[in-house]
């Protein structure tokens, strides 16, 4: 199942191997540039100072999520049309293969992966460390923008399980599992720097998406990523194991916990709305400590 997840730098590269001039070889991999990460303004201008050869912007703010609102979490789904048109800009189409990376690990990425794999695209896959182990590789990066080929993909909602806020509560309540991926600190209350109120879902367990990941920000091995859910209760690498539901912020880094239950087996449902969208409605429960 990793390898349906994520690819390593060295096996990506292999894959970019430019032909003769300037051409690409056929059938290489659509590259997604989606570097991002909560308080950051510069992805942009980041990319354009250098980015895996090829790699086109993705602006995750814009073109994967829409506009948020206290009622439906600060980082809604976008529209399929919306969507299908961003993919489409991006130089998607029904048989492309799809590489994402970051500058994070892989948890701004792991929304365009949860993205394009609930819209229908077959094969994407996240670069396993980012844009770090790329150039940890001695790979080179290029200044600039790139505007591929149009694609054609046409989107098909529903490619990946998600839940809403009725069903995460059920699942926290005891009809499954609920992980809360945001950090610690945040899970138990203490602080809160974005959502008005601080504190957790009655019922969830803490699981913080940045430790699916090694100190390089490459995701844990297989084995370890099994033994750490299967320490939270999570039955691993299993189809018989409970239903499994994860929420954070505002369903951005619980794609990447998403990404990282597949990887040990587990098909876990997105919680879009997350705690943005719970922590605006007075009818919903807090809890807070550990």
């Known amino acids: 199942m990793r390898e349906r997840v994520l690819v390593d730098a060295a096996a990506l590269a292999a894959d970019l191997q430019i032909g003769e001039g300037t051409d690409p070889v056929e059938g290489r991999p659509v590259v997604l540039d989606v570097r991002w990460a909560l308080g950051m303004t510069d992805g942009y201008d980041r990319y354009r100072a250098g980015h895996i050869p090829g790699a086109v912007y993705v602006d995750l703010e814009t073109e994967l ?3 948020g609102s206290p009622e439906e979490g600060r980082h809604p789904l976008p ?17 492309s293969r ?14 365009a992966w949860w993205l ?3 819209f229908g695209a077959p094969d994407v896959r996240i670069l396993d460390g980012g844009l770090a182990a790329w150039t940890a590789e001695g790979l080179a990066v290029e200044p600039g923008d790139v505007t591929p080929e149009p694609g054609d993909l046409d989107v098909r909602p529903g490619g990946m399980p998600v839940v809403d806020a009725d069903e995460a509560a059920a699942l926290a309540d005891g009809d499954g599992m609920l992980l809360d991926a945001r950090a610690a600190e ?10 008005p ?9 803490s699981a913080p998406t940045t430790e699916n990941l090694r100190a390089d920000g490459r995701f844990l091995s297989t084995a370890d990523l099994r033994r750490r859910f299967g320490d939270l209760g999570v039955l691993t690498g299993s189809a018989g194991g409970s239903a499994v539901g994860v929420y954070c912020g505002s369903g951005v880094t619980a794609s ?8 040990a087996g587990v098909d876990a449902a997105l919680y879009p709305g997350s705690w943005s969208q719970w922590s605006n409605d007075p009818a919903r429960e807090v809890a807070t400590g550990a």
């Open 79 to 95: 529209s399929a049309s919306a969507f299908q048109q961003a993919a489409r800009r991006w130089g998607v189409s029904a048989d």
């Open 65 to 67: 999520a829409a506009h």
């Open 98 to 111: 799809v590489v994402v990376y970051d500058s994070v690990g892989g948890t701004s990425a792991a929304r």
């Open 116 to 118: 394009l794999r609930y």
């Open 186 to 195: 945040r899970y138990r209350g203490e602080v809160e720097p974005v959502d």
């Open 197 to 205: 109120q601080a504190g957790h879902i009655p019922g969830a367990a």
């Open 256 to 263: 990447h916990e998403v990404a990282a239950l597949a990887v």
